[in-house]
């Protein structure tokens, strides 16, 4: 059976990810994500599906982050009819994610319209796609534990193994029948970093015959664990002791929300902090924070203790969650004493703009980035140290302490993932760097040859390889 993959996002940048593979005369693709940061992502967002969306037979779902998953909603309305495989958690976190996304989008594009209007142009205003398709979207999820085995077409079966980087994250592993010999072709998604809070660390992988690895930071070691989290401790204790100090933390409400709420609770417990309040200004966190305590499974011992803990000592961490916009608009007027935390992760849309613009000017106040900030994004030109930003149409002065927060980066750094490469038995047949900023793609492949002597490619997008 001939092998073809073609990567339609996610080569030699971030966002996008999402595989063709052609097996035979099956088709799937893995994930199906949403490209993010700028105005070239809105129009590779935009752009037509390049094969029949009729023609694929299903689709298997790494986990829930929208650059993952984001344009599931957009391939079903446009004409997807088969299943998307996920882990049972990343289905539930999808329930919550997708709907919320489209919601988004139909905002995004009446704002858009709204503004194109303002300029006396034209704009069509068509969403990239709504709630409605979002909705229509999640009867095709199909949930599959981790380890247990699929066969969605004839010959090609597949496995979700952990992959530690968030809530029910997975590395897929297809078996392609080919003749009396089985083909395994590895899909790593977005691997974990070691250690992270809430979940356990990445499954080992031993042999593959090709295998399709992430690199976001394979240029970068993460700070330790421990270090990170004295950074932490010192950014939030320091503001709140400030007169007017408020700690603002753009937050990923999937996975990085929850290991911010763990985290300061952890620390609450442990006595290094104590009598904060948390203002979880994101109805989506709190959603998705619902979703992980119904997942078990899929928790590290450490977590567990934590949310013991808690049951027995609720009044300890106070967490406030704010639902309706009233609610959220009376966070703006908080002068001091509040940990507020809201998304977008890359301060690109979202509540954070609006805890940003009351916040950012105020030298008395601190931004903790505790996550990626993609190239082209309001979060990255904070990191890289602009004195001024445009928030909702307005110039805001940089004036508070920003901490970058790198160590609690959900993604496996360089030594984590040469790590987790080093646990294959035999080089792969064929290896593709995928998932990262082109020159971090290109020096971590590299870095692969230089050390493992594997096989390795940094594939462009759109166009097809034989393996
Ligand atoms: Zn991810
Ligand atoms: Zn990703």
């Known amino acids: 059976m001939s092998v073809a993959v073609t990567f339609l996002g996610a080569a030699r940048e971030v966002t996008g990810s999402c595989i063709l593979v052609q097996a035979g005369r099956t088709r799937f693709l893995v994930d199906c994500g949403m490209f993010q ?20 037979d299903f689709v298997l779902s790494t986990h829930a982050h929208l650059d993952h998953s984001g344009l599931l909603p ?3 309305r446009d004409g997807y009819r088969g299943p998307v495989y996920a882990t049972p958690a990343t289905a539930d976190l999808l329930r919550v ?24 142009a034209r704009n069509n205003g068509e969403p990239l796609y709504t709630e409605a398709d979002a909705l229509a979207t999640l009867p095709r999820l199909s949930a599959v534990g981790y380890g247990q085995r699929i066969e969605p077409a004839p010959g090609v079966s597949a496995r979700f193994r952990d992959a530690g980087h968030i809530l029910g994250s997975a590395i897929v592993s297809v078996t392609v029948r080919d003749g009396g010999k089985d083909r395994e072709l590895v899909f790593t998604g977005d691997l974990g970093h070691r250690g992270l809070p809430i979940v356990r660390d990445p499954s080992l992988v031993d042999r593959a015959d090709l295998l399709v690895m992430e690199s976001t930071y394979g240029n970068r070691v993460h700070k330790g ?18 007169k007017g100090g408020n700690v603002i933390i753009p937050s990923f409400a999937v996975g990085r929300a929850q290991d911010i709420i763990f985290l300061l609770a952890d620390l609450t417990r442990r006595g290094r902090i104590s009598g904060i309040t948390l203002y979880i200004d994101s109805p989506l966190a709190a959603q998705a924070t619902q979703v992980t ?12 203790e934590v949310l013991r803990w808690r049951e027995a000592n609720p009044d300890r961490f106070r967490v406030a969650v704010t639902s309706s916009t009233e609610e959220s608009m009376a966070l703006n007027s908080l002068r001091g004493g509040a940990i507020i935390m809201a998304g977008s992760g890359m301060c690109e849309a979202g509540r954070i703009k609006h805890h940003l613009k009351h916040n950012l000017w105020r030298k008395e106040c601190s931004v903790v980035i505790v996550g990626f900030q993609a190239q082209g994004t309001l979060g990255r030109r904070i990191v890289d140290g602009a004195r001024w930003v445009r928030v909702l149409g307005e110039d805001i002065a940089v004036a508070a302490d920003i901490y970058t927060i790198g160590g609690l980066s959900a993604h496996a750094d ?43 490619e940094v594939p462009e997008p759109g166009h097809p390889f034989e393996v």
């Open 74 to 76: 957009k391939i079903v």
């Open 225 to 242: 664990m421990e270090a990170t989290i004295e950074e932490f401790v010192h950014a939030v204790t320091d503001t709140l002791q400030r």
């Open 293 to 304: 305590l119904r997942h078990p499974e899929c928790l590290d011992e450490q977590t567990m």
């Open 414 to 456: 360089r030594d984590d993932l040469l790590a987790w490469a080093g646990n294959f038995r035999t080089p792969p047949g064929r290896v593709f760097v995928a998932h990262g900023e082109e020159s971090v793609s290109l020096g971590f492949a590299q870095e692969l040859r230089d050390r493992f002597r594997w096989n390795v």
């Open 37 to 56: 940061g700028g105005s070239e992502s809105d129009a590779k967002n935009a752009r037509p599906f390049p094969v029949p969306l009729s023609s694929i």
């Open 97 to 120: 994610m997708l709907p919320d996304s489209g919601h988004i989008q139909e905002r995004e594009a009446e704002w858009q319209s709204k503004r194109a209007r303002r300029a006396g």
